[in-house]
C-alpha cells in the first residue's frame, strides 16, 4: 500500500493507494490531535507527504518512520514534481497546489484550473501542455465568517453551513448569503479572468467546503474529493526511477 498525506494548516488527510486510482481508505485528523493517526493494517511500501504546515510535516514525518517502518518522500524535498513552472522560485508555491495541479493534469491532458475549497480558497492553473502558469489565493469560507464577526462590533458569529442564503432582513441570513454566494461568485470570477486564455478550460473542484459552495458556482466542472492525495500519489508514480 502505498500511503500519502495532505498535511494542511488545520487538518491532516491520509490515503491509501493499492492498485486502483481510488484512495482504499481516507484517514483525517485535526492537526490540534495528531495522536489520533491510526496506522493501517497493510504493509505500507512508503509515505507521501505535501505540506503546508512545516511542525505538523515534522511530526507526520516522524510518526511515519517510527511506526510505519517507510520511507519518507516529501513533495520537494525527496521527491520531485512532474511539472514545468512558469515561474522563477517555485519554492514558494504551496505543496497542496502542486498536488491539486498534478491530479489536474493527469485526469484532464490538457490542463485547466483546480480549486481547492480549504481553510483558504485557492486557485491553480495549468496551461493545455502542462505547464504551472499561476493561480489565486482567498479567504476560505470559515475564515470569511471568523472574520466578520471579530472585525465588527456588531455582527454576529454565523454557523454558515446550517444557514440558507437568500434575500431576507435577517443579519444572519445576510452574512450567509455573502458569504455563500459571494465566495462563489468571486471564484467563477477569477477563473474567468485567470483562464482568458484558455476560455474552455476544464474546472475541478475539491476541499471541505467544496460541497457547499461548489453548487453555487457556475464555471466549476466536476467535484473530485480526493484531488490532492491523487496528486501526490501521482508525483509518486511518475518519480524518476
Known amino acids: 500500500m502505498l500511503l500519502v ?8 488527510r491520509l490515503g491509501g493507494f493499492e492498485d486502483r486510482d481510488e484512495p482504499a481508505f481516507i484517514q483525517s485528523a485535526s492537526v490540534a490531535n495528531l495522536e489520533h493517526l491510526h496506522p493501517p493494517s497493510s504493509p505500507v511500501e512508503a509515505l507521501v507527504l505535501g505540506s503546508v ?12 518512520e517510527e ?27 504551496g505543496a497542496d497546489r502542486i498536488a491539486n495541479a498534478i491530479a489536474l493534469h493527469k485526469r484532464t491532458g490538457r490542463g485547466g484550473v483546480a480549486v481547492d475549497f480549504g481553510t483558504a480558497i485557492n486557485l491553480a492553473v495549468v496551461s493545455p501542455d502542462g505547464e504551472f502558469v499561476g493561480g489565486a489565493i482567498a479567504p476560505g469560507l470559515a475564515m470569511a465568517a471568523r472574520a466578520l464577526h471579530r472585525e465588527t462590533a456588531l455582527l454576529p458569529a454565523v454557523d454558515v453551513s446550517g444557514t440558507a442564503p437568500g434575500l431576507s432582513c435577517q443579519t444572519e441570513t445576510a452574512v450567509a448569503t455573502g458569504l455563500l454566494w459571494g465566495l462563489p461568485g468571486m471564484v467563477d470570477r477569477l ?24 453548487p453555487h458556482c457556475r464555471r466549476v466542472s466536476a467535484i473530485v474529493p480526493h484531488l490532492t492525495l491523487e496528486g501526490l500519489r501521482q508525483a509518486y508514480l511518475q518519480r524518476p526511477r
Open 5 to 12: 498525506a495532505n498535511v494542511g494548516n488545520t487538518t491532516i
Open 191 to 214: 477563473i474567468e479572468r485567470l483562464t482568458e486564455r484558455w476560455p474552455h478550460a476544464p474546472v475541478l473542484a475539491t476541499g471541505g467546503d467544496a460541497e457547499l459552495l461548489v
Open 67 to 93: 511506526t510505519l517502518e517507510c520511507p519518507v518522500l516529501e513533495l520537494r524535498v525527496e521527491l520531485p514534481v512532474p511539472l514545468r513552472f512558469a515561474c522563477d522560485d517555485p519554492s514558494r508555491i
Open 53 to 64: 504546515n512545516p511542525v505538523a510535516a515534522a511530526f507526520v514525518r516522524s510518526w511515519a
